[in-house]
T-cell receptor, first 116, second 113 residues
């Protein structure tokens, strides 16, 4: 299967600070990147969808000014949680989609964010 | 119409047994049905996926059965092993690079010795 990396794997930060999470697809080019959030023992919640070089599309209820997504290239996307608060503590997972026949969606290993 | 209903919520199977997880969907535009396996603290890993042009797909001990008329699909894990203990998510999406996956609520599988 495809290799997807996320960095950092876990991060603890103080309330009010910003945290950047990097996602790289190491052996394929992702035309589309999805970012998910997962709370303990729950399913994945889609936060936003982005295509390389264009602005992300955010799901209803997700603040675009708080969760900044940059899809700079076909192999790199970043999620920045700005002015983080304890309620932003969650497991964040990127998911690049490999275009093809059929399309296949992979997931990164996730980043555990804890905001104190 | 966007929901994917998954059952059971949790499942305990003895080693060597068959684990069966079921999903049902409403949206007839869905035509891609992947299953993901997730271990605690890890991202989901694509396990197996099916498209509606076939009724069954098998990869090793994992089989997807698909019933288009009933809008249901299921994952069968044959000869279940303790290492299979994880949370399994079904998902569905229409065709298209930017199509969003709709996930089931997950099934926590525990395989006992």
């Amino acid at each position: 299967g495809a290799v997807v990396s996320q960095h950092p794997s876990w991060v603890i930060c103080k309330s009010g600070t910003s945290v950047k999470i990097e996602c790289r697809s190491l052996d394929f080019q992702a035309t589309t990147m999805f970012w998910y959030r997962q709370f303990p023992k729950q399913s994945l919640m889609l936060m936003a969808t982005s295509n390389e070089g264009s602005k992300a599309t955010y799901e209803q209820g997700v603040e675009k000014d708080k969760f900044l997504i940059n899809h700079a290239s076909l192999t790199l996307s970043t999620l920045t949680v700005t002015s983080a608060h304890p309620e932003d503590s969650s497991f964040y997972i990127c998911s690049p989609r490999l275009a093809g026949v059929p399309d296949t969606q992979y997931f990164g290993p996730g980043t555990r964010l804890t905001v104190l | 119409q966007q929901q994917v209903k998954q059952s059971p919520q949790s499942l305990i199977v003895q080693k060597g047994g068959i684990s069966i997880i079921n999903c049902a969907y409403e949206n007839t535009a869905f035509d891609y049905f992947p299953w993901y396996q997730q271990f605690p603290g890890k991202g989901p890993a694509l396990l197996i996926a099916i498209r509606p042009d076939v009724s069954e797909k098998k990869e090793g001990r994992f089989t997807i059965s698909f019933n288009k008329s009933a809008k249901q699909f299921s994952l069968h894990i044959m000869d279940s092993q303790p290492g299979d203990s994880a949370t399994y998510f079904c998902a569905a999406s229409p065709t298209g690079t930017a199509s969003k996956l709709t996930f089931g609520t997950g099934t926590r599988l525990q395989v006992t010795l």
